[in-house]
């Protein structure tokens, strides 16, 4: 089944919201909703998609301030992350008034582990645990057509950031070898923020990667 995916950088943190749908059901997915929900709307308008899910990679505000509020309005469910991101998705509002975003409690429906499904449609993406960014970070990965969606785990040239509460940096390097790596490098991966990238690209040329 193909694809389609929609990618609106969102709130001054310019986070990759994705829009991501079945085009054989046009039914969606929105992940990653970090704020500016008018925007989303309009954007799934314009798409004439049908939402049915919210899917978060990670906790942090820029990622799931608006989580609930996009659930709400398409009367649907969030899944993800991890439970071990349970803190941050429960200080949303808190983390809202450092960033200068405003946040509301997310509560999902389903929390994701290692090895689940997720379903968008006739679409069925594997979720990859990855800790380190945060400890319930997860990836999703659509094999078909080699894409995965990686929160911030990886960027072009760069990987997530380790010193906010919760992170680890090796143990970040460690999800990178055994959850990343291990997929072709003609992968392609849509980041959470900034230009997208390949497996190989990466392995070749980020610097944060080398001697892994």
């Known amino acids: 089944m193909a694809i389609k995916i929609a990618v609106l950088p969102v709130t001054p943190l310019q986070q990759n919201c994705s829009i991501v749908w ?29 939402v049915e899910k919210v899917l978060l990679t990670h906790g942090h505000i820029d990622h799931a301030a608006a989580a609930t509020e ?10 993800g992350p991890g439970e071990a991101d349970r803190p941050f998705l429960e200080s949303l509002p808190e983390q809202g008034k450092k960033w200068g975003l405003e946040g509301r409690v997310a509560k999902p429906a389903r929390w994701l582990n290692q090895d689940d499904k997720v379903t968008v449609g006739e679409l069925t993406f594997d979720v990859r645990h990855c800790p380190g960014h945060t400890p319930g970070h997860v990836i ?18 760069s990987i ?3 010193d906010l509460p919760l992170g680890d940096h090796d143990q970040l390097l460690q999800s990178i070898k055994e959850q990343v790596l291990t997929l072709d490098d003609d992968w392609g991966f849509l980041p959470g923020h900034g230009p997208t990238s390949s497996i190989g690209q990466e392995r070749r040329s980020n610097p944060f990667l080398q001697g892994l």
């Open 70 to 79: 996009v659930a709400e309005t398409y009367g649907v469910e969030i899944e």
């Open 22 to 50: 079945c085009e054989a059901t046009m039914k969606a997915a929105i992940i990653d909703p970090g704020g500016d929900a008018d925007q989303i709307a309009q954007a799934v308008e314009q798409l004439g998609v049908n």
């Open 160 to 162: 997530g950031r380790t």
């Open 140 to 157: 999703f990965l659509y094999a078909p057509q080699k894409l995965a969606i990686v929160g911030d785990v990886i960027f072009q040239g």
